[in-house]
Structures are given as structure tokens and as C-alpha cells.
């Protein structure tokens, strides 16, 4: 183990999307809207749009998810279709309104899923609901994604987040073009889900059950301090010794831009066109605490593992990175008290980079600890050996001298 610095990525929580479905609701027939029943990967119960996305922070979002429908009447969806049914179609939970709005009732969206304007379900084969029934089943396929955005370029900032989306007269697949914000405190949980092709009305109910993946993969960054030890455990820090961190960079090479095809059925996102290198910086407005010592503030870091800023993780396209395309930058301050000093302080500067050495690979869906171990070595003295006087020729001085 490196003495100043070293991470490791480990896999520790696997972000799986097993949150309840919603109670489906029971078709009343052909007059039926097109309502949503949706789940969430189980994650930390943060706000969006900013950190993680579940069930229950994508119902009091004002972002909602977006819809890609497809009508292609008694046919299956193929990829020569264009999106004419829905076009990134805003949904929202009515919980994440002031006050619900005023086309809104129960008996049209029995899923509390808002959406305008309302859309109904295309003709029924063997409806038992009504004494004429379609000879025929004509089918919907849904594509979603969160969340969603009307206007890209707008958050975080431009050029960040959801930077594109497939227009409504392109055949196939819908496409979000993605870019990793910079900063930590804007990361963005980016969802998909697995598409619901070729539905029609008495096969689901009248309920469209969406269940969202996590398209990125999430890194919770964790500090300690590793005094005086060579295998990276801990060790006597000093009780008068500080270790503080101004700022953390972390950098990972080719992960930062893509194109996410919201189609994938198989629970693995289908990124394309990769590119660009993610750096996401810490610093005093990102981290979960801050000390000041003589005049330093920044994150206290102990001997034992302490996470930055849980709930501010980056998150990055999912890859395997070849070694050296990893790796971490540290600025930190290792400040000791001394009462026989100018000042009272003994206070020495830290800027260190270690680069991985390793393939290392990043899943979505998948949250990965990684453990930055800031070394500080003590000034120690060691006597090795107290050389004897030589023996020297005596020497006679008389004091008075006689003549």
C-alpha cells in the first residue's frame, strides 16, 4: 500500500429496483386513460432532481419522469416507428403539487399520476365491459426516463445533465444525450426504464408499470488518515495533530458524455459514444462538515473511514477503465499544535494525485466505496551511535610557570 494515498473500490450496496408496485387498477372499459403505476431502485431517500431518485422523492418531484409512446394499431413496435402517441410527455405525481390541478380527479387518474393533456387507450379485442367490442387489439409501446426535462441545457448548468433528446420525428429508440455535472452537490440520478412494448388495453388494466433502473453508477467517496503505518491501518495520531481537507478532485477518464437508448429490457443501460473524462470536485460547499484549524477549513479527517458527503456522490457512465484512467487528487493540511512556535502552530501543505493501477470497473445501477487514505509520517529521532573521545598525548601546564 501506498504511504500517501490510496483508494480502493469496493461494491458495497447494489441500488436493485425491488420497491413495491402500485395496487393496479381494474379496467372500466374502452373509455379508459392511459394511467401509470411506477417503482424506483431503492436508494438513499434524497430530493430530486439533484442526488438519488426513488419511489418516494419521484412522487413529491416537480420533475416527474418523461413518456415516448408509440401507436402502431395491430402491428408490434418495430424501430422504423416514430413517437406518435406521447413525445416526452411530462408525468408527475399529484403529491408533488401545491394544489392539484383543476382538471384533475380520481376517476380519471386512478394512479395519482398527472399527466396532460389525458391520453385513452386505443381499441380493446374481447371487451367484456361493453356489448360492442373491436375485432381487433391495437397496441401502445412506452418508453420513460427521469427525470424528465422540457428544456435541456438548463440544469445544473448548460452543457451539463440532459443535454439532448431524440426529436419527435425520429424513428426508434428514444436517445438521451447525457453529460456529468462538475460539481458534486449537482449530480443527477439519470433513470430508465425497461420499456413496455406492444400493450394493449385488457392486458394491463388500464395501468402502465414502469420500473426504473439507475443508468449510472454511483461513487461514495470515504477519508481517513493512515499515520505512521505502512499497512494502511490505523495508527497513534497525534491528539494535538489535525488533518484537514481543503478540497478532493476525482477524475474518471472516458465517463463523462454519452448517449443512453432508453430501450434496453435486459436491466443493463445501453450507453453509446462515450467520451470526455468526468472530473467531480469537492470542496468546503460540498462536504457534510467542515472544521476551521489556524486559519485552514475544511473536512476533519480521523483514522477512521468518514464519509465526504453521502448524499452528495458522483455519479458516472458505467465502464471498464484500463489502469491509469483513474485516479484521485487530494489538498490537504496536516496542522500540529506547538505552544513554542510562532503563531502556535506548526502547519505543512499536502497536493497529492494517485492514479489507479489497475483495471477498474464501474456497473450501473451499483454503488462503489472509495476509500482515500491521506498518509502522514511523524518526525522521528534515532541516536545510532555515541562515538568515544580519542585519548590525546597529556599536555603539562604550570600555572605559575617557574624559571
Same mark, same amino acid.
Given at each position: 500500500m501506498k504511504k500517501l494515498l490510496f483508494f480502493a473500490a469496493a461494491a458495497v450496496t447494489v441500488l436493485a429496483s425491488c420497491a413495491k408496485t402500485e395496487d393496479t387498477h381494474k379496467s372500466t372499459g374502452q373509455g379508459d386513460a392511459v394511467s401509470f403505476g411506477v417503482y424506483a431502485g431503492r436508494s438513499a431517500d434524497t430530493k430530486a432532481t439533484y442526488g438519488d431518485i426513488t419511489t418516494a422523492n419521484l412522487k413529491t418531484s416537480e420533475d416527474g419522469f418523461g413518456v415516448f409512446a408509440f401507436y402502431?394499431?395491430?402491428?408490434?413496435?418495430?424501430?422504423?416507428? *416514430?413517437?406518435?402517441?406521447?413525445?416526452?410527455?411530462?408525468?408527475?405525481?399529484?403529491?408533488?403539487?401545491?394544489?392539484?390541478p383543476t382538471d384533475y380527479t380520481a376517476s380519471k387518474y386512478p394512479s395519482e399520476w398527472y399527466y396532460t393533456p389525458l391520453k385513452y387507450w386505443?381499441?380493446?379485442?374481447?371487451?367484456?365491459?361493453?356489448?360492442?367490442?373491436?375485432t381487433s387489439a391495437d397496441k401502445l409501446s412506452?418508453?420513460?426516463?427521469?427525470p424528465h426535462i422540457a428544456t435541456v441545457n438548463t440544469v445544473p448548468a448548460a452543457g451539463q445533465g440532459i443535454t439532448a433528446i431524440s426529436g419527435n420525428t425520429d424513428a426508434g429508440v428514444p436517445v438521451i444525450t447525457f453529460t456529468v455535472p462538475s460539481?458534486?452537490?449537482?449530480?443527477?440520478?439519470?433513470?430508465?426504464?425497461?420499456?413496455?412494448?406492444? #400493450?394493449t388495453k385488457q392486458a394491463l388494466s388500464g395501468r402502465v408499470a414502469l420500473a426504473f433502473k439507475h443508468a449510472l453508477a454511483k461513487l461514495n467517496i470515504q477519508?481517513?488518515?493512515?499515520?505512521?503505518?505502512?499497512q494502511g491501518t490505523t495508527a497513534n495520531l497525534a491528539d494535538e495533530t489535525k488533518v484537514i481537507l481543503e478540497s478532493l478532485t476525482l477524475t474518471a477518464n472516458g465517463t463523462k458524455s454519452g448517449k443512453l437508448s432508453i430501450g434496453s429490457g435486459?436491466?443493463?443501460?445501453?450507453?453509446?459514444d462515450l467520451s470526455g473524462n468526468t472530473e467531480v470536485a469537492y470542496g468546503t460547499d460540498s462536504f457534510? #462538515?467542515?472544521?476551521?484549524?489556524?486559519? *485552514?477549513?475544511?473536512?476533519?479527517?480521523?483514522?477512521? #473511514?468518514?464519509?465526504?458527503?453521502?448524499t452528495k456522490s458522483p455519479m458516472i457512465?458505467?465502464?471498464?477503465? #484500463?489502469?491509469?484512467?483513474? *485516479?484521485?487528487?487530494?489538498?490537504?493540511?496536516?496542522?500540529?499544535?506547538?505552544?513554542?512556535?510562532?503563531?502556535?502552530?506548526?502547519?505543512?501543505?499536502?497536493?497529492?494525485?494517485?492514479?489507479?493501477?489497475?483495471?477498474?470497473?464501474?456497473?450501473?445501477? *451499483?454503488?462503489?466505496?472509495?476509500?482515500?487514505?491521506?498518509?502522514?509520517?511523524?518526525?522521528?529521532?534515532?541516536?545510532?551511535?555515541?562515538?568515544?573521545?580519542?585519548?590525546?598525548?597529556?599536555?603539562?601546564?604550570?600555572?605559575?610557570?617557574?624559571?
Open positions: 402502431t394499431k395491430e402491428v408490434d413496435w418495430a424501430d422504423t416507428d *416514430k413517437p406518435n402517441f406521447m413525445y416526452n410527455q411530462q408525468v408527475r405525481h399529484i403529491s408533488s403539487y401545491a394544489s392539484a386505443p381499441n380493446g379485442q374481447n371487451s367484456t365491459a361493453y356489448e360492442a367490442a373491436a412506452f418508453f420513460a426516463y427521469a460539481k458534486a452537490e449537482e449530480q443527477i440520478d439519470l433513470l430508465w426504464a425497461n420499456p413496455v412494448l406492444n #400493450a477519508v481517513r488518515t493512515v499515520a505512521d503505518d505502512l435486459n436491466n443493463v443501460p445501453n450507453w453509446s457534510s #462538515a467542515t472544521t476551521t484549524v489556524n486559519g *485552514k477549513t475544511g473536512f476533519n479527517v480521523t483514522e477512521t #473511514a468518514t464519509d465526504l458527503n453521502s457512465i458505467p465502464a471498464a477503465l #484500463a489502469a491509469g484512467n483513474f *485516479k484521485i487528487t487530494a489538498n490537504y493540511w496536516v496542522i500540529t499544535e506547538d505552544s513554542a512556535l510562532n503563531g502556535g502552530y506548526s502547519t505543512i501543505q499536502n497536493n497529492i494525485t494517485k492514479t489507479s493501477t489497475a483495471e477498474m470497473t464501474f456497473e450501473a445501477g *451499483k454503488k462503489y466505496n472509495i476509500i482515500v487514505n491521506l498518509g502522514i509520517n511523524s518526525v522521528d529521532f534515532v541516536v545510532s551511535e555515541v562515538t568515544e573521545w580519542d585519548s590525546q598525548a597529556a599536555v603539562d601546564y604550570h600555572l605559575p610557570q617557574n624559571n
